[in-house]
């Protein structure tokens, strides 16, 4: 297997973008599977790279990356050294990141008879389902959609008219806390007003609605953190979306960072193998 990390997809006037890619090498061209991280999140976020490796075993051709304004940087993509970056992140942004990769490896020469450029699927984990639901919903590149504790509603995250949202619009900055790190992670008020300025393209419900490609989402019975019945509606917004809950799965599916196992958690393990079926399955 070809596995080729931190590789930089370098784009004039905006951040590198750092991206992984895992594959065997036959000269065949294989279905292309992008994956895109959650919030707080990384491309060697726990066991991702198990991940990748899984499915590069059923003969897809795998990327993962980070968002550019994720809080790393292409030399430390791990503990969120650049904070006002992540300050500076919003919902176009990362439409704008999935964007150009998509553009970049439908075009690219660098992974020559390796990939299928018409066959590319979508991947997210927790609020980059939203990301992925969107992108599908206007880029007709993408061939399916699965979402693994997906959200249903960017606008309700931001619980407007709270004291705390108020506080926020106030001072124009608000922080939330890396469990791991304990860095104050900043929000400038941007993020908000992003997201009023493109309310209606940033509305997940919009897209599935109009979503055209097969749907699978994967959610958690024991998630806390993005509930069941986010996972129902975005079920029954799209009549030919397909819904799979694992027992006892919570919001990582039984993944911590960092995963020092050399194989997946159990939970996680069918998440990859349910995803896997559905994909073999549309193809």
């Known amino acids: 297997m070809i596995i080729k990390k931190n590789l930089f997809l370098y784009r004039k006037g905006k951040k590198t973008i750092v991206y992984d890619v895992f594959y065997k090498a036959d000269t065949t061209p294989k279905p292309l599977i992008i994956f895109c991280h959650g919030y707080k999140g990384y491309k060697d976020w726990g066991a991702w790279n198990l991940v990748a490796e899984r499915f590069a075993e059923e003969g897809y051709f795998f990327l993962k990356f980070n968002f550019s304004h994720n809080g790393g940087t292409p030399n430390n993509s791990?503990?969120?050294?650049?904070?006002?970056?992540?300050?500076q992140n919003n919902f176009s942004k990362e439409l704008?990141?999935?964007?150009?990769i998509l553009n970049f490896i439908s075009s690219t020469n660098d992974f020559e008879n390796e990939l299928n450029s018409k066959a590319i699927?979508?991947?997210?984990?927790?609020?980059?389902?939203g990301i992925i639901l969107i992108k599908a919903s206007e880029n007709h590149k993408v061939k399916n959609v699965i979402t693994w504790a997906g959200v249903s509603d960017f606008k309700a995250r931001f619980q407007i008219g709270s004291s705390q949202f108020n506080d926020w619009r106030e001072k124009g900055i608000t922080h939330i806390e890396n469990s791991r790190t304990k860095q104050l992670m900043p929000h400038?008020?941007?993020?908000?007003?992003?997201?009023?300025?493109?309310?209606?393209?940033?509305?997940?419900?919009?897209?599935?609605?109009?979503?055209?490609?097969?749907?699978?989402?994967?959610?958690?019975?024991?998630?806390?953190?993005?509930?069941?019945?986010?996972?129902n509606r975005l079920h029954q917004w799209n009549s030919k979306s397909e819904l799979e809950i694992i027992k006892n799965g919570d919001h990582s599916f039984g993944t911590i960072h960092p995963w020092k196992e050399s194989q997946l958690p159990k939970e996680l393990q069918k998440v990859v193998e349910k995803s896997i079926i559905f994909l073999k399955r549309s193809n």
């Open 96 to 100: 704008d990141d999935l964007e150009d």
């Open 188 to 231: 400038y008020f941007q993020f908000f007003q992003d997201f009023a300025a493109n309310e209606e393209r940033l509305t997940i419900k919009l897209a599935v609605q109009k979503l055209n490609v097969p749907l699978l989402i994967i959610q958690g019975s024991d998630d806390t953190t993005v509930t069941e019945l986010e996972a």
């Open 121 to 129: 699927s979508l991947i997210a984990h927790s609020r980059a389902a």
């Open 78 to 87: 791990i503990d969120f050294p650049d904070l006002e970056a992540f300050a």
